[in-house]
Nanobody
């Protein structure tokens, strides 16, 4: 069993900052990629940022320059530092991980339950 547990969400004023964390636990051999998606009411879920095992990063244009994704492989944890937050960043943020369960297997997608981020004055 693999679980992704998110933390760090909440309410923040425009221009403020939040740091999201997501820790993967369970039967994990290795993690190929971790990332964050978000979904606002009435909108499709979209990729916010991703970080593969080679430590490269990928950001949505809307957050590039404001958000920073990082990972701690020893802790199987991914972080999303969100600065200069805007009301349009308001959404449920979902942690994502592509995880290898063992040798000789393809990775499997896992999702966290989602955590609310609200940017409002």
């Amino acid at each position: 069993q693999v679980q992704l547990v998110e933390s760090g969400g909440g309410l923040v004023q425009p221009g403020g900052s939040l740091r999201l964390s997501c820790a993967a636990s369970g039967s994990i051999f290795s993690i190929e990629v971790m990332g964050w998606y978000r979904q606002a009411p009435g909108k499709q879920r979209e990729l916010v940022a991703a970080i593969p095992s080679d430590a490269s990063t990928n950001y949505a244009d809307s957050v590039n320059g404001r958000f920073t994704i990082s990972r701690d492989n020893a802790k199987n944890t991914v972080y999303l530092q969100m600065n200069s937050l805007k009301p349009e960043d308001t959404a449920v943020y979902y942690c994502y991980a592509a995880i290898y369960r063992g040798w000789g297997t393809f990775s499997t997608d896992y999702w966290g339950q989602g955590i609310q981020v609200t940017v409002s004055s």
